[in-house]
């Protein structure tokens, strides 16, 4: 069964930073590109960044380019992105997600409130 | 970038068909947007109904199905039960980035 499972989140001021992570199990994930997709509360879903299978390429939403970085650990399994410079609209639940064999799996998603 | 629409809300009675649309700024959906449709309840992560256009996962219930529609992607529900009340959401790929639709919030009344 796939997993993924979310974590970092928490309470940031306005131009902090943090860290979130995503634990993948139940599949190659090696193989796999991931997604970080973000829902600010009450609002819709919106892709964040995208990495493929080995790292070596990376694409960002206009909203998070130059402050979010996404990268992985295939040895580990996990999935991070680096969160920095946040603002009160970076304020979401983050979602990782994966595409396998074309159904689009989810992790439960992590709380990010930025505020002071 | 492109922009995915959807309508903002809709209404179905219990048992009866409504018909869900997402549609492109860019131009005719086609299957080479490969369109999924995402169902989300209150507090819970999105989980995949469609993929592909058309074809379910294996928890999908039958009464859900996908197709093209008049130059849009479709979600079609027939046979509405409470538990279908839930906002969904459809996605287009754009050969890169996914690109969701705003989200339709569906009430069975």
């Known amino acids: 069964e796939v997993q993924l499972v979310e974590s970092g989140g928490g309470l940031v001021q306005p131009g902090g930073s943090l860290r979130l992570s995503c634990a993948a199990s139940?599949?190659?994930?090696?193989?796999?590109?991931m997604h970080w997709v973000r829902q600010a509360p009450g609002k819709g879903l919106v892709w964040v960044s995208r990495i493929n299978s080995d790292g070596s390429y990376t694409s960002y939403a206009d909203s998070v380019k130059g402050r979010f970085t996404i990268s992985r650990d295939n040895a580990k399994n996990t999935l991070y992105l680096q969160m920095n410079s946040l603002r009160a609209e970076d304020t979401a639940v983050y979602y990782c997600?994966?595409?396998?064999?074309?159904?689009?799996?989810w992790g439960q998603g992590t709380l990010v409130t930025v505020s002071s | 970038q492109a922009v995915v629409t959807q309508e903002p809300s809709l209404t179905v009675s219990p048992g009866g068909t409504v018909t869900l649309t997402c549609g492109s700024s860019t131009g005719a959906v086609t299957s080479g947007h490969y369109p999924y449709w995402f169902q989300q309840k209150p507090g819970q992560a999105p989980r995949t109904l469609i993929y592909?256009?058309?074809n379910k996962h294996s928890w999908t219930p039958a009464r859900f199905s996908g197709s093209l529609l008049g130059g849009k992607a479709a979600l079609t529900l027939s046979g509405a039960q409470p538990e279908d009340e839930a906002e969904y959401y459809c996605l287009l790929s754009y050969s890169g980035p996914w690109v969701f639709g705003g989200g339709t919030k569906l009430t069975v009344l």
């Open positions: 592909d256009t058309s």
């Open positions: 997600a994966t595409q396998i064999r074309g159904v689009v799996h």
């Open positions: 139940g599949f190659t994930f090696s193989s796999y590109w």
